[in-house]
Nanobody
Framework: QVQLVESGGGLVQAGGSLRLTCAAS????????MGWFRQAPGKEREFVAA????????GYADSVKGRFTISRDSAKNTVYLQMNSLKPEDTGVYYC???????????????WGQGTQVTVSS
C-alpha cells in the first residue's frame, strides 16, 4: 500500500507559477512510476505528466508541454510538478498517483492521493 499526500495548490493569477508536491509513504517509492492528473469541474480526470521510476523518462500532455515540469526526489520519497505560465484552463483538482508501470492512462495507476485544488484567475 502506498499513501500519497499532495500539497502546494492555491489561487494564482494567469501567468503565475505554482509547485505541487506529492509525498509518498513508503520506502519503496523507487519501485513506482509517478503521475499527475487533474480534474476540472464537470470534466473527466485527465493526464498531465508522468515520470519513470528512475526519473530518466518523462511525459506530458500536449496542453502543458513547455510550461510544466515533473521531477522526483527518491531520497525524500517526493514527486513535484512545477507549473509555470499558468492559464485559467489549468484550473482543477490535481492528483498524484503511483503505478508499477510508466504510462499516461489513469487505469494503469493503482494508488491515488486526495488531490489539491489549483485555481487560476484571469
Amino acid at each position: 500500500q502506498v499513501q500519497l499526500v499532495e500539497s502546494g495548490g492555491g489561487l494564482v493569477q494567469a501567468g503565475g507559477s505554482l509547485r505541487l508536491t506529492c509525498a509518498a509513504s513508503r520506502r519503496t517509492f523507487r519501485a513506482y512510476a509517478m503521475g499527475w492528473f487533474r480534474q476540472a469541474p464537470g470534466k473527466e480526470r485527465e493526464f498531465v505528466a508522468a515520470i519513470s521510476r528512475s526519473g530518466s523518462s518523462t511525459g506530458y500532455a500536449d496542453s502543458v508541454k513547455g510550461r510544466f515540469t515533473i521531477s522526483r526526489d527518491s531520497a525524500k520519497n517526493t514527486v513535484y510538478l512545477q507549473m509555470n505560465s499558468l492559464k485559467p484552463e489549468d484550473t482543477g483538482v490535481y492528483y498524484c498517483a503511483a503505478s508499477i508501470r510508466f504510462g499516461y492512462d489513469l487505469s494503469e495507476y493503482d494508488y491515488w492521493g486526495q488531490g489539491t485544488q489549483v485555481t487560476v484567475s484571469s
